[in-house]
Each structure stands twice: as structure tokens, then as C-alpha cells.
T-cell receptor, first 110, second 114 residues
């Protein structure tokens, strides 16, 4: 079946530095790529998404890039802050469903 | 607050028992999704309902079943519970069923099987 691979599984960065999380997907028909953030003990929440007619989308310190040819997309967080510590999930649509990545635990070191 | 509600918040039960988890979607949302999240694990998609009909099935065990009622709330039934069923169970809702809409998650039900 279709799958989404997410790397790394854990990412530790110094506060103020940038963080990049990468995902690859298998379904060439995928058109929708959301990113969800799950803080400890909380529910996952959408932080940004991108559709295949766009190559990049930014929202303040967060950006997502999409390369449809290579079938991968990435989340970029700049000037990381303690509140960015969380697990981040990527996903891609396939056959009317979302296929989820395994998640990346982002640790912000003070 | 996402507008999705789940009850109960916590559930402690014994192996072999049966429990029912309840979810009310956001007003106007027709799709309901159920996910299982074990400790430090990812989101395992279980099942999706759209306007009362089963729409998609993921890695849902035969011991588990779900349904969506005419008022659009949904229930997930877990039976013959095993220790390994201990997890956080999330419900999410979305407007449609294209797979390209935002899914809004509820706060989850934490199930502990002893």
C-alpha cells in the first residue's frame, strides 16, 4: 500500500537554530500534504499544509516545501523556541485518506 | 479547543472486558476518524465514517468495531481487551471525505487495561 516515510525520528537542536524534518511519499497522485504538531499529552493540531500547485508556503517561522518530482516535502522551523518542542507528523492524501508519517520528536536545547 | 469532544477522558479496565468510546464531531463535519496511539508511537489509523457509512478501514482489529449514528456522533467498541490495547484513542473530524481537508482532533481517551 501507499506509505509516507519521515526522518529523522528524533531531532535535537539548540534554541535559536533551525530544524528541518523530511518526508517522502509513494503515491504520485497525492496532492495534499499537512503537518501536525502534537505537544506532550495533547491532541495533534494542524500547523501548516501545502497543496501540489504550490512549491513553498510560509507562516511566520514555519515553512513547508514540496518537490513533486522527487515526491518529498519538508518542514522548516527557523529561530526555534522552547515551545517548538513536540512531536511533528507529516501526512499525504491517498485514495481519499491521509497516510501518516511515523513522527519526529523535536527537542529544543536551551 | 477543536470543537471535537470525546468521552470518557480516562478509562481503566481489566483484560477480557469490553468498553465503548464516544466522539462528537465539530458542528458541520460529516467525517469521523478513529486513531490509536500507543506510548511514544505514531498515529495508527483505525477506521473512518462519513455521514453514517464506513468509508475507509485501517489497521483495525476484529475485536474492535465502530459506528456513526444519525446525529453524526461515533462510538468505538473495543472487546476482549488485552494489555496491548492500552493506548490513547483519538477521534478526529473533517468536513468531507476527500482526504484533503483538515482533520480536527479531539482530546483523546486514555485507556489502561490491567
Amino acid at each position: 500500500g501507499e506509505n509516507v516515510e519521515q526522518h529523522p525520528s528524533t531531532l535535537s537542536v539548540q534554541e535559536g537554530d533551525s530544524a528541518v524534518i523530511k518526508c517522502t511519499y509513494s503515491d504520485s497522485a497525492s496532492n495534499y500534504f499537512p503537518w501536525y504538531k502534537q505537544e506532550l499529552g495533547k491532541r495533534p493540531q494542524l500547523i501548516i499544509d501545502i497543496r501540489s500547485n504550490v512549491g513553498e508556503k510560509k507562516d511566520q517561522r514555519i515553512a513547508v516545501t514540496l518537490n513533486k518530482t522527487a515526491k518529498h516535502f519538508s518542514l522548516h522551523i527557523t529561530e526555534t523556541q522552547p515551545e517548538d518542542s513536540a512531536v511533528y507528523f507529516c501526512a499525504a492524501d491517498s485514495n481519499y485518506q491521509l497516510i501518516w508519517g511515523a513522527g519526529t520528536k523535536l527537542i529544543i536545547k536551551p | 479547543d477543536s470543537g471535537v469532544t470525546q468521552t470518557p477522558k480516562h478509562l481503566i479496565t481489566a483484560t477480557g472486558q469490553r468498553v465503548t468510546l464516544r466522539c462528537s464531531p465539530r458542528s458541520g463535519d460529516l467525517s469521523v476518524y478513529w486513531y490509536q496511539q500507543s506510548l511514544d508511537q505514531g498515529l495508527q489509523f483505525l477506521i473512518q465514517y462519513y455521514n453514517g457509512e464506513e468509508r475507509a478501514k485501517g489497521n483495525i482489529l476484529e475485536r474492535f468495531s465502530a459506528q456513526q449514528f444519525p446525529d453524526l456522533h461515533s462510538e468505538l467498541n473495543l472487546s476482549s481487551l488485552e494489555l496491548g490495547d492500552s493506548a490513547l484513542y483519538f477521534c478526529a473530524s473533517s468536513v468531507g471525505t476527500s482526504g484533503r481537508e483538515t482533520q480536527y482532533f479531539g482530546p483523546g481517551t486514555r485507556l489502561l487495561v490491567l
